[in-house]
């Protein structure tokens, strides 16, 4: 979810994201109680066309998929091993119809639209702060890059230094750095009229 | 403009003084502070939209004392920071700007057009989709400057907006600052910026030791640090 929004202006685009986030909610529950690999079979192909009817590139739909299959390339054999090769292929095949579905959902939604859609879903809930839930969704999000270049900012300092095979010359600048930008990021939100 | 009054501000870190007894009235239009690192400036600004409370006296906008008023007061005062890595909340460009429309409860389409102008205005309207977090530096100030700007504050606060920043970016930045219309105060080491401000405020040790044009103040800040 990470800027990992395909802009476009397809019947999945312009879908309102409550609705969409319902669907797939359904689907991939759906799909988890599918016991056939023809049925299996079946929600894969008609998966990989909602890509195509989205235009959605396929080096960006490999990369929603992609990391996926280094876990199945463990679990398959294993599964195959101990359940048998019959459960093995329609678990791969169900993983990867649930992931290939959670990414074109990513891909086709922004992400504000996501947090309106959970905060539209939370609302009616009693004693939650469904505004809260969704800013705090946006801030894991938004989390990620943040703590990335942190850490290779680190690394880089680390390499300079000649302290390759020191943890504590990781650990300690990367948990400072990221206690001060929480605290900057405090102030940002504070700024920006967050505890409005 | 607008009417800042600093009434008596003290402010302390631990044992430290930051700020000692400050009377300030500022209602020019572009305000410049400077002073050494650790000399309070940065604190003194931050005062103004209720970031630091302070334990003394009282910081007043237009009226209303910023520790009872914070949030009607954060409305009206726009803040860009240092570093804008710290200040991009979503992820991509657009969202990243209508997130400060957000407490303003706006019908869909007048937040949507006032993003695009401000995307417009500062640039970023090809970037719009782009992902915030991969922009460079001087795009990530400029999208700081988008996201104050969008919510139509009367006064922007800029703490060392560019030092961060390469020549050609904090160039580009100091130009945007200088065409707000808004009340702009910037608290800089980039002393060139400030030289067409109408007013200059130096600050040494938590206390203003200068309070005048750009000429005396930036003349008597040049020889103090020389």
């Keep these: ?196 | 403009m607008g009417d800042i009054r600093f009434e008596g501000v003290s402010h302390h870190f631990g044992d430290d003084a930051v700020l000692r007894d400050i009377d300030l009235t500022l209602t020019e239009q572009r305000i410049g502070v400077v002073g050494a690192n650790g000399s309070g400036k940065s604190t003194l600004v931050r005062l103004v939209n209720g970031l630091v409370s302070p334990q003394a006296g009282r910081v007043l906008v237009d009226g209303q004392d910023v520790a009872k008023h914070a949030r009607e007061v954060r409305r009206r005062v726009g803040f860009i920071f240092t570093n804008p890595d710290t200040q991009i909340v979503m992820p991509t460009v657009r969202e990243d700007v209508a997130f400060s429309l957000r407490r303003l409860k706006l019908p869909a389409t007048d937040a949507a057009a006032r993003v695009d102008a401000a995307l417009e205005r500062f640039g970023l309207d090809a970037l719009a989709d782009r992902a915030a977090h991969k922009l460079s530096g001087g795009q990530k100030q400029l999208l700081a400057l988008a996201a104050v700007l969008v919510a139509e504050p009367s006064i922007v606060i800029a703490d060392e907006p560019t030092t961060l920043l390469d020549g050609r970016n904090a160039r580009i930045v100091t130009e945007y600052l200088g065409s707000l219309h808004q009340q702009l105060i910037v608290v800089t080491h980039q002393l060139e910026l400030l030289e067409d401000f109408e007013r200059v405020i130096v600050m040494e040790d938590g206390r203003v030791v200068a309070d005048d044009a750009p000429g005396p103040a930036l003349e008597l800040y040049r020889a103090a640090i020389r």
């Excluded at chain 1, 859609?117 to 939370?122: D, G, K």
């Excluded at chain 1, 809260?132 to 680190?154: F, Q």
């Excluded at chain 1, 300690?172 to 939100?189: C, H, N, T, Y």
Aim: aromatic share 6%; glycine share 8%.
């Design chain 1, 1 to 196: 979810m990470n800027g990992f929004y395909h802009p476009g202006r397809s019947l999945l685009h312009r879908m309102p994201a409550v609705a969409k986030l319902l669907t797939l909610i359904v689907t991939v529950t759906v799909v988890a109680f599918l016991r056939s690999p023809e049925a299996l079979g079946i929600a894969l192909a008609v998966t990989t066309l909602l890509f195509v009817v989205a235009g959605i590139p396929p080096r960006l739909a490999l990369r929603a998929v992609g990391p996926v299959f280094w876990v199945l390339l463990i679990a398959v054999p294993l599964n195959g091993w101990l359940v048998g090769w019959d459960s093995a292929v329609i678990m791969a095949l169900r993983v990867v119809t649930v992931v290939a579905l959670a990414g074109l959902f990513t891909l086709t939604t922004t992400v504000s639209a996501v947090l309106g859609a959970v905060e539209t879903l939370l609302r009616p809930l009693p004693r939650v702060d469904a505004d809260r839930v969704g800013l705090l969704l946006a801030l894991t999000i938004r989390a990620i890059p943040l703590l990335s270049e942190i850490v290779g900012s680190v690394f880089e300092a680390r390499r300079a230094r000649g302290v390759d095979r020191s943890l504590r010359a990781i650990a300690v600048p990367v948990i400072v750095r990221s206690l001060q930008s929480a605290d900057e990021l405090g102030d940002a939100l504070i700024a920006r009229g967050v505890d409005d």
